[in-house]
């Protein structure tokens, strides 16, 4: 157990539907960091958050937001949903912004149908 | 088990065989170097680090090796062994990417699989 916890661990759901990803740091830890992993795409940044603010923002669509709670614990809205969205999503975190090393989750494995 | 990739390059070794595994990284301002183990169903795993000032760090069974002038990274592993199989990534901390420090990009990966 990584210290990352992430629900759920699968999701399977229409195209065009909404979906709602969960990820809560290892304890201690600030910044939460989103990724998603395609088969053909590797490991993409998407987002990343630092203590409830967003600090950086990689190949992450339109379609999808994410916040950062006051507990730290952080949520990945995945909206208008396409097959091609299909794919692992995964969080990481760190004790502050700028340390490199990541702890990741285990992954949520999303599947649009 | 999840499927991370079925475009990756893949290594075959046998059991107590080194093995290296090459990344070449794309930018050439970054500054920190990380290599990842993922296994099926898992997220990925730190397995080591390397700091753009060194060439060379080692750790139980795992050396990384860094050439800066060609923009290459390595992980080899002494005595490989079944648990060893998996997907080893390599990432590179590029300054200013996304607008943050911290942020890592990731090489595609490689497939390694041991034979016992």
């Known amino acids: 157990d990584s210290g990352v916890t992430q629900t759920p661990k699968h999701l399977i759901t229409a195209t065009g539907q909404r979906v709602t990803l969960r990820c809560s740091p290892r304890s201690g830890d600030l910044s939460v960091y989103w990724y998603q992993q395609s088969l053909d795409q590797g490991l993409q940044f998407l987002i990343q958050y630092y203590n409830g603010e967003e600090r950086a923002k990689g190949n992450i669509l339109e379609r999808f937001s994410a916040q950062q709670f006051p507990d730290l614990h952080s949520e990945l809205n995945l909206s208008s949903l396409e097959l091609g969205d299909s794919a692992l999503y995964f969080c990481?975190?760190?004790?502050?912004?700028?340390?490199?090393?990541?702890?990741f989750g285990s992954g949520t494995r999303l599947t649009v149908v | 088990g999840e499927s991370v990739g079925l475009h990756l390059p893949t290594l075959s070794v046998q059991e107590g065989d080194n093995s290296i595994i090459n990344c070449a990284y794309s930018n050439s301002a970054s500054d920190y170097f990380i290599w990842y183990k993922q296994e099926s169903g898992k997220g990925p795993q730190f397995i080591i680090d390397i700091r753009s000032n060194m060439d060379k760090r080692q750790g139980q069974r795992v050396t990384v090796l860094l050439n800066k002038t060609v923009k290459h990274l390595s992980l080899q592993i002494a005595a490989t062994q079944p648990g060893d199989s998996a997907v080893y990534f390599c990432?590179?901390?590029?300054?200013?990417?996304?607008?943050?420090?911290?942020?890592?990009?990731f090489g595609k990966g490689t497939k390694l699989s041991v034979k016992p």
């Open positions: 990432a590179e901390n590029a300054p200013n990417y996304g607008g943050s420090q911290g942020n890592l990009i």
């Open positions: 990481a975190s760190t004790p502050g912004q700028g340390h490199y090393g990541y702890t």
